[in-house]
């Protein structure tokens, strides 16, 4: 089995909701199982130009999975499709975005995949959850999880519930 953990975001169509479905959808994945959940943040949109967007709400997942990372890619793709996730534009507002952010010590830089997640170090609504239920993660070819949590600002970030209570 392959420690790996997951970035969650949602802005749109009733996010708590579908961040607490996309859990549930991976928790149900073949050769996966959930190990851990982080509590769920609310932050501000990052925009490639200047149109507004609602607040999201991120969270981070900590599983195991025997499946490849392609396949955990292949995975948590169709979950985005079955959950109306629609890419029309980059960084645009979206109903789910799942993101591999580590998969076990493993550097992947391929078409499809990079692992560490490539905006990892500018990402504190990954970073904080990340370090919130797995502090002593080691960022294979980076600083150490808490070098960069510390690098990154806490501002518009706000907790706002829990992953774990139910829907």
């Not at 708590?16 to 928790?27: E, F, G, R």
């Not at 050769?31 to 501000?44: D, F, G, P």
């Not at 955990?72 to 169709?78: P, S, W």
Request: charged fraction near 25%; aromatic fraction near 4%.
């Amino acid at each position: 089995m392959t420690v790996c953990f997951i970035g969650l975001g949602s802005n749109l169509c009733q996010p708590m909701q579908q961040l607490k479905q996309a859990k549930k959808s991976i928790a149900d994945l073949a050769e996966t199982r959930l190990v851990k959940c982080s509590s769920i943040y609310q932050s501000k949109a990052i925009t490639l130009d200047d149109e507004p967007q609602e607040d999201y709400l991120n969270a981070v997942l900590k599983i195991e999975t025997q499946l490849s990372a392609e396949g955990l890619l292949d995975a948590l793709q169709a979950i985005e499709k079955n959950q109306g996730r629609t890419r029309e534009k980059r960084w645009g507002a979206r109903t789910i975005d799942l993101d591999i952010i580590l998969f076990g010590d493993q550097l992947i830089n391929t078409s499809r995949l990079t692992v560490p997640h490539a905006e990892l170090v500018n990402r504190n609504f990954v970073l904080l959850p990340l370090a919130e239920i797995a502090p002593d993660t080691k960022i294979p070819g980076m600083k150490t999880l808490n070098e960069l949590k510390n690098q990154v600002s806490e501002q518009t970030l706000i907790m706002v519930g829990e992953l774990n209570e139910s829907a």
